[in-house]
């Protein structure tokens, strides 16, 4: 079966719904023929001009023909759903719809996205969604369509990489890490990651507890500045960001801190599709506290590869991240519990050849 992965979002273009796509056709089953038509040079959807859509109609149409393309996964509901749907109009062509979470939340929120939203998820052969929580929402909005959806998560490549040498050194060089509890988020410091709530949380800590751990914050992001507003100078040395780092340094301190703290929320919509960041912790064997919010739910599972909070509680993160702190068994539990998950259940080789077995059913 010759199949299309028509997409906005592709590497390296960055971002969590790009490296979706970029290792699901990586590891795709060799024996079968995936093709992947993306917007890399902008001849999909040029700009974000209304109508700028409407010439890649024609190109689906002209591709769908001049490669026998037997099936279209679509990356985007809105707008590449809609250039989907037209298309299959006029050639009678089979496609699935892939939902992450923000894209379908926002494409709910107007009237006349919705309708046309549900005119293309009906007309869809299956629809994937990359967490339980889209699909719950998705029951909601079209309960008749439940015999055709399915949930896939995002994948891992492996194993975690051995940490680079240098990179330790540099890092325990700097700071100070003797009798500390090393907490860490990892992320664009964007709103729904939550870390403005794990800043609040350890600033209220009673100081016999705060002053036995350091919490450092790696990512940059549109919230950079208020986050650091927050944080005053009586906690600059408890309270680190690091600002962005790349990728050999994010795996050394992963595997340096002792918790992986990213208590992600909702706000209006905009939630965690799945936070692939829970998984590669756990696979350095670290326990994570997370957000019990959107996809994050199938990312964790509480008490067995890391603890929930209510993100929107300081007192549930503070309570989280004390029991953590003094209890170094079961950090090490549930570390070692999500690393056997992950490695386990998250390869991206399973994962693609899912996709590819539920589009057949």
């Known amino acids: 079966m010759k199949t299309l992965l028509f997409t906005l979002e592709y590497p390296p273009f960055r971002g969590g719904v790009a490296n979706y796509y970029g290792n699901l056709a990586k590891y795709w089953p060799y024996e079968e023929k995936l093709i992947v038509m993306d917007n890399g040079h902008g001849e999909l959807m040029p700009d974000r001009k209304f109508l700028s859509w409407l010439p890649a109609i024609s190109l689906l149409k002209r591709k769908i023909i001049q490669d026998n393309i037997d099936y279209v996964l679509v990356g985007q509901l809105l707008p590449l759903g809609t250039v989907a749907y037209i298309a299959s109009l006029f050639r009678p062509i089979k496609y699935a719809v892939f939902l992450h979470g ?33 699909q719950e929402k998705l029951n909601e ?36 890490f003797t009798d500390k509890t090393v907490l860490l988020s990892l992320g ?7 870390f403005d709530r794990t800043i609040e ?14 919490y450092f914050i790696a990512g940059t992001g549109p919230r950079e500045q208020y986050l650091k507003q927050l944080v005053p100078s009586s906690f600059a040395k408890t309270i680190i960001f690091l600002g962005e780092i790349g990728e050999s340094e994010k795996w050394a301190w992963l595997s340096l801190c002792d918790i992986f703290v990213m208590p992600s929320r909702d706000i209006s919509g905009d939630f965690e599709g799945f936070g692939i960041v829970y998984l590669e912790a756990n696979l350095c064997g670290k326990a994570v506290l997370a957000g019990n919010s959107g996809g994050v739910r199938d990312a964790v599972i509480d008490n067995e590869t ?21 209890d170094p068994i079961l950090r090490t539990k549930l570390g070692k519990q999500g690393k056997e998950r992950a490695l386990r259940d998250f390869h991206w080789e399973k994962q693609a050849a899912k996709i590819l077995q539920f589009i057949k059913q």
């Open 102 to 134: 923000m894209d379908f939340a926002y494409a709910l929120k107007a009237p006349h996205k919705s309708f046309i939203s549900r005119l293309i998820l009906k007309r869809a052969d299956k629809i994937i969604c990359a967490n339980s929580y889209v």
């Open 141 to 176: 909005f079209l309960p008749a369509l439940k015999y055709k959806t399915g949930v896939i998560n995002p994948g891992i490549e492996g194993g975690a990489p051995e940490p680079d040498p240098y990179d330790l050194r540099e890092i325990k060089s700097q700071y100070d």
């Open 188 to 194: 664009r410091l964007v709103k729904r990651k939550g």
């Open 201 to 214: 949380a350890i600033m209220g800590l009673p100081e016999e507890i705060s002053k036995n751990l350091i």
């Open 306 to 326: 890391g603890l929930m909070a209510d993100p929107e509680n300081i007192k549930d993160i503070q309570d989280k991240i004390i029991t953590l702190m003094n």
